[in-house]
């Protein structure tokens, strides 16, 4: 059974800087997309930033040259890097597995992490 766990989260003043992680446990195959996504109250969720097993990775428009996604693929533990946070990127904060397998993929969710960033 795949388990994922976030940590990180917390309250921090406009421009300040959190690092997120999720680690996963259980059984993980390659190819895979690591991810994060956020859902602030009333909006839908949206993609942060994913990584490719392989290392590509996208990000949302609104967080690019702020954020950095990265991933330990030895301890399958992703990372989010936030710097110059802004108070419209206050929301709960999703990790996010996809498992690629022919004709398909599986999907998991972390249980989700606060994000608040006071102006």
């Known amino acids: 059974q795949v388990q994922l766990v976030e940590s990180g989260g917390g309250l921090v003043q406009a421009g300040g800087s959190l690092n997120l992680s999720c680690a996963v446990s259980?059984?993980?195959?390659?190819?895979?997309?690591m991810g994060w996504y956020r859902q602030a109250p009333g909006k839908q969720r949206e993609l942060v930033a994913k990584?490719?097993?392989?290392?590509?990775?996208n990000y949302a428009d609104t967080v690019k040259g702020r954020f950095t996604i990265s991933r330990d693929n030895a301890k399958n533990t992703v990372f989010l890097q936030m710097n110059s946070l802004k108070p419209e990127d206050t929301a709960v904060y999703y990790c996010?597995?996809?498992?690629?397998?022919?004709?398909?993929?599986?999907?998991?969710w972390g249980q989700g992490t606060q994000v608040t960033v006071s102006s």
């Open positions: 990584i490719i097993s392989g290392g590509i990775m």
């Open positions: 259980g059984s993980m195959f390659r190819p895979n997309v």
């Open positions: 996010n597995l996809d498992l690629l397998r022919p004709g398909g993929r599986n999907t998991y």
